[in-house]
Nanobody, 124 residues
């Protein structure tokens, strides 16, 4: 079993920055890949970014490219989402997720374990 614990988030003005953290523990962590999703009120959960643990390849949703950065700390088994130049439309609950697969990581169905979610609110 894998436990996924998130931290960070909060309220920020448009143009500001926040950093989310996600710590995973449990079985053979090095074989897992990780992603971030978000869900705005009344909308479906959508892909934000993922990182391939081995090698560090990343992928981003078009809406966050150039503003968000996903990274990992292998020693701490932690993944981060640095969010800069935040916009009101970035508001939502952000979820970290762990996948045992290595393809199709922009799809929710590819993830096996999820964090508890953390609220990000960007005011205009």
């Amino acid at each position: 079993q894998v436990q996924v614990v998130q931290s960070g988030g909060g309220l920020v003005q448009a143009g500001g920055s926040l950093r989310l953290s996600c710590a995973a523990s449990g079985r053979t962590f090095s074989t897992y890949n990780m992603g971030w999703f978000r869900q705005a009120p009344g909308k479906e959960r959508e892909f934000v970014a993922f990182i391939i643990w081995s090698g560090g390849r990343t992928n981003y949703a078009d809406s966050v490219k150039g503003r968000f950065t996903i990274s990992r700390d292998s020693a701490e088994n932690t993944v981060y989402l640095q969010m800069n130049s935040l916009k009101p439309e970035d508001t939502g609950v952000y979820y970290c997720a762990v996948s045992r697969g290595d393809y199709g990581l922009q799809y929710r169905s590819r993830y096996d374990y999820w964090g508890q979610g953390t609220q990000v609110t960007v005011s205009s």
